[in-house]
């Protein structure tokens, strides 16, 4: 499924996968911000999941930026897909 997600947390997400080379594969089109990826289910699962802890359970100052950018990942994946692994 191809969806719109912010570039940071993605990025961020792609540098601590196990599989990173899966994910930068999975970019369709940078538009500086924001990427739009192809990602199976459970691809979205993961990330979805991820951006989840980072948006509700960290609370360092230096990561408010990333912060930031988790919340606008679980808001974009949970805007443009109807149902997650």
Known sequence: MEIKVPARFYQDHT??????ELLVDA?????GSYLFVELNDDQIANLLSDAEYYADGVDYPE???LQKSAKATVKAINTQVKCVA
Not at 27 to 31: A, F, G, L, Q, Y
């Open 15 to 20: 540098d601590r996968s196990n599989t990173p």
């Open 27 to 31: 970019v369709i089109k940078d538009s």
């Open 63 to 65: 990561l408010r930026g």
